[in-house]
């Protein structure tokens, strides 16, 4: 059957846009804690992980586009898990899904980043992060 390529550039893309909301509404959070607005913020909080849930949903439809061909499965795996700032595609597809890619890191980095100072400042001491900076690992998307 081969790997439909099309489909996986809109999935992930569709997954990029979650990621973006993810983004609009942990900032969106940090602005109702700062106003110590619980039920806004349960709210939200909410919100996000229904938008968590759609990038897994994504993640897992992309997945299955190859689950019955080893040979496709072996492309897309290529594809989701070379280095998106080296590798170049060979075709307009492939260099598109390396582009999603590469924005999609850089906000996974920037919603980290924002989601840990979130949680250092919600949680203090108890804070999923710990309580000092630590150093951080890159987001492999």
Not at 25 to 33: A, Q, R, S, V, W
Not at 117 to 125: G, I, P, Q, T, Y
Request: net charge positive; aromatic share 4%.
């Amino acid at each position: 059957m081969g790997l439909d390529l099309t489909k996986v550039m809109v999935l992930l893309q569709r997954k990029y846009s979650s990621i973006r909301e993810i983004s609009r509404l942990t900032n969106e959070l940090k602005e109702t804690f700062a106003r110590n607005d619980e039920v806004s913020a349960v709210m939200l909080l909410e919100m996000r992980a229904e938008e968590m849930a759609k990038v897994d949903a994504c993640v897992d439809e992309i997945w299955r586009q190859a689950e019955s061909d080893p040979a496709a499965m072996q492309k897309l795996r290529g594809l989701l898990t070379a280095d998106p700032f080296k590798a170049a595609g060979r075709s307009p597809e492939e260099k598109k899904i390396y582009e999603i890619r590469r924005k999609t890191q850089g906000l996974l980095e920037e919603v980290r980043k924002a989601d840990q100072k979130l949680n250092r400042s919600v949680a203090r001491e108890k804070s999923f992060y710990g309580a000092g900076e630590r150093e951080s690992r890159p987001v492999r998307v």
